[in-house]
């Protein structure tokens, strides 16, 4: 019985020491090197190759390593096992603290101020006036981002799939989407992806918006048409675009969005899973799997996250 670490181009040194100290009488595996394939019943995977998780006929069940099953759902192929995800307070706090750290930078204008001040510059303005905020997808990250910009004084809705009831929160449901983003002054992505998600920020999407919108994409890249985007900023119906993720990551030295004035890049670091909490959550899990017990925050396949 072993376990399988499906995670490539990362150094695992740490995380294989926290998984022996965690489970020491237990074999940790690193693809490719898979010396028994056979032995092998749980696979932790984060961006998984093509192909990567068929060999393992005794696989029983499949943990990403990160909040998003994406990566590990976009194959065909996959062992028919439970899939299941990180869910970490910690993560959907920095996410939180992210959201609300650019829309403060923008609404107090910290970009122009850096600039102005490499050219020793003093022209002060008053902040940018716009207090909506609209989240897409409510779930643990979205909920958490509501409830942050809430306290914070900014006038919160949640759109999502299901509709919810959030405390504070205009909340919208699917059929709603133009009611929950025609007035916002920020729209923030926060949406799994999915089949139904993919290029669902798009031309159509965006002329529903309000001109001079600022869009935050924290969830993945593939949500945001990434030309109709860029179409939107050049007439100034978006704003401004603040994207932490991208079709193509490490986004391309040659891609528009790195040259772009109105648009702010960081590089797919706005929740970056914590390798003690993912370690504890991957190692309850197997134990769990090991005695039959039901496994924490398994995804449902069907619908993708
Ligand atoms: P989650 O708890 O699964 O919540 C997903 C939300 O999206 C739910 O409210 C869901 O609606 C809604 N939704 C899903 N499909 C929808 C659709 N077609 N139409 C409308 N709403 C839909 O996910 P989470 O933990 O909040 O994480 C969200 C995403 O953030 C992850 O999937 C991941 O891709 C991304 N992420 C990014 C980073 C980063 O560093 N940039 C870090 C962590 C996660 P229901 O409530 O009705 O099911
Ligand atoms: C990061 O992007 C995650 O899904 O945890």
Redesign the pocket.
């Known amino acids: 019985m072993s376990i399988l670490l499906v995670i490539p181009n990362r150094n695992l040194d740490k995380l294989i020491a926290k998984f022996q100290n965690l489970l020491p009488n237990t074999t940790i595996e690193v693809w490719p090197n898979v010396k028994e394939p056979q032995e092998v019943e749980y696979i932790v995977a984060w961006q998984p190759p093509k192909g990567s998780l068929a060999p393992y006929t005794n696989c029983k069940a499949i943990a990403s390593f990160?909040?998003?099953?994406?990566s590990i759902l976009q194959y065909d192929g996959l062992p028919d096992v439970p899939i299941t995800?990180i869910?970490d307070e910690n993560?959907?706090k920095d996410?939180s603290r992210y959201v609300l750290t650019h829309i403060l930078a923008y609404q107090h204008r910290l970009e122009t101020y850096f600039k102005q001040q490499i050219k020793r510059e003093w022209k002060p303005k008053r902040a940018r006036a716009g207090n909506k905020v609209t989240i897409?997808?409510?779930?643990?990250?979205?909920?958490a981002c509501a409830n942050l910009l809430h306290l914070n004084g900014f006038d919160v809705s949640?759109?999502?799939?299901?509709k919810?009831s959030l405390a504070n929160v205009n909340c919208y449901g699917?059929d709603q989407l133009t009611d929950a983003i025609q007035d916002a002054d920020y729209i923030v992505c926060?949406?799994?992806?999915?089949k139904?998600?993919t290029h669902?920020i798009n031309h159509d999407f965006l002329a529903k918006a309000k001109e001079g919108v600022v869009l935050i994409n924290?969830?993945?890249g593939n949500i945001v048409e990434e030309q109709s985007l860029l179409k939107a900023l050049s007439i100034n119906h978006v704003a401004h675009a603040i994207l932490?993720?991208f079709s193509v990551e490490p986004l391309p030295k040659s891609h528009a969005f790195w040259q772009h004035a109105c648009v702010t890049i960081t590089p797919?670091?706005?929740?970056?899973?914590n390798v003690d909490t993912v370690t504890q959550q991957l190692c309850e899990n197997y134990l769990r799997l090991m005695q039959n017990q039901p496994l924490l925050n398994v995804?449902n396949k069907d619908?993708?996250?």
């Open positions: 990160g909040a998003g099953v994406d995800r869910v993560l959907a996410m897409l997808g409510a779930g643990q990250l979205g909920s949640v759109w999502s799939r299901t919810k699917s926060l949406l799994p992806a999915t139904e998600t669902f924290v969830a993945r932490d993720v797919h670091c706005s929740a970056l899973s995804v619908l993708g996250y």
